[in-house]
């Protein structure tokens, strides 16, 4: 079955700081693959999402490339702020594993101290 | 402005009694669907539906029940056979039922047990 591992939190940064969120994925078929982020009390909304092998997705300096050659979609920022502390949460859809509904990760909260 | 409402924000259940989460979109979305988020969990998925009058079991369906009369109206019902029901429930939509599709998530609910 299709399966997303994100690296556990919390990450904490200083404002400015280079962040990476490490997500690998299992999945029968070719997924697509997102990255979701939740602000404290708040609902998921999306931020970035690619759909084949070696698309970027990227959005307010968010950055993952799709790689399948090993199995990644890690998000990188270059200079993050205190207004990126949220979960960010790692998922993929493959309708191959039986479902198009999003496999999510367990999410991952990134703390940035100013 | 087009979205997702959610309501009540904060919802306290006695034991033993059936309490009922309100889901409505206003996007013309034909799928709607049903999340309970616990900490350190990810998204886990209760119940979805495709369209109108018709909904499928998730993953931790057993203690909920839904309904699908209308199609900006999807009401998760977490009844007393639920006997963990506390969380914060989330609730989505998406344009259609294809891979890659984004999910759209109102603010969430967050049922405590009194």
């Known amino acids: 079955g299709n399966s997303v591992t994100q690296m556990e939190g919390p990450v904490t940064l200083s404002e400015e700081a280079f962040l990476t969120i490490n997500c690998t994925y299992t999945?029968?078929?070719?997924?697509?693959l997102f990255w979701y982020v939740q602000y404290p009390g708040e609902g998921l909304q999306l931020l970035l999402k690619?759909?084949?092998?070696?698309d970027k997705g990227s959005n307010k300096g968010f950055e993952a490339t799709y790689r399948k050659e090993t199995t990644s979609f890690h998000l990188e920022k270059g200079s993050v702020q205190v207004s990126d502390s949220a979960v960010y949460f790692c998922a993929l859809s493959d309708p191959s594993g039986g479902s198009y509904i999003p496999t999510f990760g367990r999410g991952t909260s990134l703390i940035v101290h100013p | 402005d087009g979205g997702i409402t959610q309501s009540p924000k904060y919802l306290f259940r006695k034991e033993g009694q059936n309490v009922t989460l309100s889901c409505e979109q206003n996007l013309n979305h034909d799928a709607m669907y049903w999340y309970r988020q616990d900490p350190g969990q990810g998204l886990r998925l209760i119940y979805y539906?495709?369209?109108?009058?018709?909904?499928q079991k998730g993953d931790i369906a057993e203690g909920y029940s839904v309904s699908r009369e209308k199609k900006e109206s999807f009401p998760l019902t977490v009844t007393s056979a639920q006997k963990n029901p506390t969380a914060f429930y989330l609730c989505?939509?998406?344009?259609?039922?294809?891979?890659?599709?984004?999910?759209?998530f109102g603010p969430g609910t967050r049922l405590l047990v009194l």
């Open positions: 690619a759909t084949k092998a070696d």
């Open positions: 539906s495709q369209i109108v009058n018709d909904f």
């Open positions: 989505a939509s998406s344009i259609g039922s294809g891979q890659g599709e984004t999910q759209y």
């Open positions: 999945a029968t078929g070719y997924p697509s």
